[in-house]
């Protein structure tokens, strides 16, 4: 055949076997890799808490009472003596716990709703559509807050809390993809062959509203730690003693100005995971995107 | 011929709303207005007609992707309307469609191989893994690619292998029928002919009958065995594709074989220009829908709708005025053998050459 080319190309991506393709374009993006080395130092950091060789996150000194970063310190000491490295370290764990886990709680029920809401249409979509409008309607932070007091004070209810009331951008999200994807050509063609509705949502409909969705999700991660913060902030997340960079920050906000050390860490940290998981995140959405190269 | 109908669509009629709402009245669309055709087996049936002109809708309304507003389908003689689960299935496995645009209809994120093996998976879920790989590289080869093109993604090929994919996978569930919605008309004129001869000898290969839409005549004469021309979602001539091209009765069907520029005839001709645009399907003009644009309309095509009315054998025209309009003008499209235009000329060499390709 005189038409038929052939594409004679060595590019080790497009020789790759498809499942390894993805992984093959993550790994090559260089931006999501930095990405995935700042998630996954905190994430190892978190795992590793109890093994590392630093104080006890609890224990208080009066005779180093917001200490300024020293040997002994290198992080210095927050306003009733507790060493900030460790206080950091620890509270990975729960920062990143109430961002991951939330968001999956929001993913857990707002693609679904999103994809019966977009898909079937009808009274599905006035129903679920009305009901993510009310939720939209109270600001995002107002409606963790209500939600977590609803559901007392601890870190799994301000995880909950922050997931439901991250639900509705992912049901807008979803439906809006969705309605867009369902009118794709290649959706009527999966109709013409015959194709179960299940295998329609599973294979036509779920995989090319994805990448939208993970990208959001990475955002709102960032988001959610954010969240978590004003919770703690407010009591109703993570309960003192035990650390979270939130109520590390909030407290560090009344002693800008004598201990300056005690806001900057619990920030610094802060901005860098929101980063990692806004690279990652981006990073995701071009390695699954088969048309970009 | 084989006389024995596969496919026929009786009165159908889709109508679509848009607008309206609170205080504005709705606009009823009349995509679709009263079409009644018969699909012979075996044969290669076209339907052509500008765009707008309800085609696409059509061809969705046979297939039962889209549900009829009034009329009937009926596949070898059982209406497609009610069917469900199981019966729907088989007729799905017995129809299938080839889409116009290669570049959408394919999901991007699914391999060459999982596209074509899919509607074997469904219909045919008894093969194993290793039976339907072995039937999607044979599928692939019949359609002119390489079995190692499974691993693919559709974005890595050109607009006519696309195609191609897109021709195995209908083909995959061995159907009976299939319909393809202007299946070139996205591809380059080269790449045309190749799919065009492609489809035809898959179609003598598996014993297919063929249902065409088009609006390029030249696609139409050289495949089709009898062609039915649109105009404003009604069926204005059909007939044996031959005879229709030679000698046409619908003054539509005259003046669009009059706007084709290679057909057959070298000398000057009296080329029919039609005045003003297309009626918006919304509000159809009363009485014969072509009145407003055609050259030989009277007072009583503007009142009375024309009945379609056998004008010679297998050959039916909706026209008030078919017989003086033939016997005053002739036709305007005399097939004298010779004198094709040298564009017309190379293009049949084309698909000459594309056959004599692909025995090679």
Redesign the interface.
């Known amino acids: 055949m005189a038409h038929v080319s052939d594409p004679a190309t060595a590019d080790s991506v497009l020789d790759a076997k498809p499942e390894n393709r993805v992984w093959k374009k993550f790994r090559s993006h260089r931006s999501a890799m930095l990405g995935v080395f700042l998630v996954a130092f905190f994430v190892i950091i978190a795992v590793a808490a109890p093994i590392l060789p630093i104080q006890d996150p609890t224990a208080t000194s009066w005779s180093a009472v917001r200490a300024a970063p020293s040997a002994a310190h290198p992080f210095g000491t927050d306003e009733i003596g507790r060493d900030v490295l460790s206080r950091l370290i620890w509270g990975a764990q729960a920062s990143l716990m109430a961002g991951v886990v939330s968001v999956a709680i929001a993913l857990c029920f707002g693609v679904p709703l999103g994809i019966a809401a977009g898909y079937f249409g009808g009274w599905t979509d006035t129903v679920i559509s009305r009901c993510t409008e009310a939720l939209l309607a109270a600001p995002f932070l107002i409606l963790a807050i209500a939600l977590a007091a609803f559901l007392g004070p601890s870190l799994g209810n301000a995880m909950i809390a922050i997931g439901l009331s991250a639900t509705p951008i992912f049901i807008r999200l979803t439906r809006g993809q969705v309605i867009a994807v369902a009118a794709e050509d290649y959706v009527e063609s999966a109709h013409a062959i015959g194709l179960p509705t299940r295998k329609i949502l599973t294979r036509y409909i779920f995989p090319n509203v994805l990448p939208p969705v993970l990208v959001q999700a990475t955002l709102t991660v960032a988001t959610a730690i954010i969240a978590e913060a004003s919770l703690s902030f407010l009591g109703l997340g993570q309960q003192p003693p035990a650390p979270s960079w939130g109520s590390m920050l909030n407290t560090a906000k009344n002693f800008l100005n004598q201990a300056p050390w005690m806001a900057l860490w619990p920030g610094i940290a802060i901005f860098l995971v929101v980063l990692g998981f806004n690279l990652l995140g981006d990073g995701l959405r071009d390695a699954l995107d088969p048309r970009e190269t | 011929m084989m006389r024995e109908t596969i496919l026929e669509a009786v009165n159908l009629r889709k109508h679509f709303r848009s607008g309206g709402g609170l205080g504005r009245t709705a606009n009823t669309v009349r995509a679709v207005d009263g079409v009644s055709l018969e699909v012979h087996r075996g044969e290669t049936f076209a339907i052509v007609g500008e765009s707008g002109c309800g085609k696409s809708t059509l061809a969705r309304l046979l297939?039962r992707?889209l549900d009829p507003t009034e009329g009937d389908v009926l596949f070898d003689g059982r209406s497609i309307a009610g069917l469900r689960g199981r019966t729907?299935?088989d007729?799905?496995?017995d129809m299938?469609?080839v889409?116009?645009?290669p570049f959408?209809?394919?999901?991007?994120?699914?391999?060459v191989g999982k596209l074509v093996g899919?509607?074997l998976e469904?219909?045919s879920p008894e093969l194993s893994a290793r039976e339907r790989r072995a039937k999607v590289a044979e599928l692939l080869g019949r359609v002119?690619?390489?079995p190692e093109h499974a691993?693919?993604?559709p974005?890595?090929f050109?607009g006519?292998?696309r195609q191609r994919i897109?021709i195995a996978?209908a083909l995959?569930?061995g159907p009976r029928l299939i319909i393809g919605d202007e299946p070139v008309s996205a591809l380059d004129v080269?790449?045309q002919a190749?799919v065009i001869n492609r489809l035809h000898d898959l179609k003598e290969e598996f014993d297919l009958t063929l249902v065409i839409i088009a609006h390029d005549l030249a696609v139409i004469r050289h495949m089709s065995d009898r062609v039915a021309v649109m105009y404003l979602g009604q069926i204005v001539e059909t007939g044996p594709s031959e005879q229709v091209f030679a000698n046409p009765r619908h003054p539509y069907t005259r003046a669009l074989l009059s706007a084709v520029p290679e057909p057959v005839y070298g000398r000057a001709h009296d080329r029919m220009a039609l005045k003003g645009e297309t009626p918006s399907p919304s509000a159809p003009p009363d009485g014969c829908r072509f009145h407003t644009r055609c050259p030989f309309a009277t007072e009583e095509c503007r009142k009375r709708v024309p009945e379609m009315r056998e004008m010679a054998p297998g050959q039916g025209a909706a026209c008030h005025h078919a017989e003086k309009i033939a016997a005053e003008h002739g036709s305007p499209v005399a097939v004298t053998g010779s004198g094709r235009s040298e564009g017309a000329e190379r293009r049949f060499a084309m698909y000459a050459e594309a056959i004599a390709?692909?025995g090679a």
Do not use: C, I, K, W
Request: proline letters at 5%; a positive charge.
């Open positions: 297939m992707l729907l299935r007729l799905r496995r299938q469609f889409f116009q645009d959408s209809s394919l999901n991007p994120r699914m391999t899919e509607p469904t219909h002119g690619l390489r691993g693919r993604y974005h890595e050109s006519g292998q897109g996978r995959a569930s080269s790449v190749q390709d692909r």
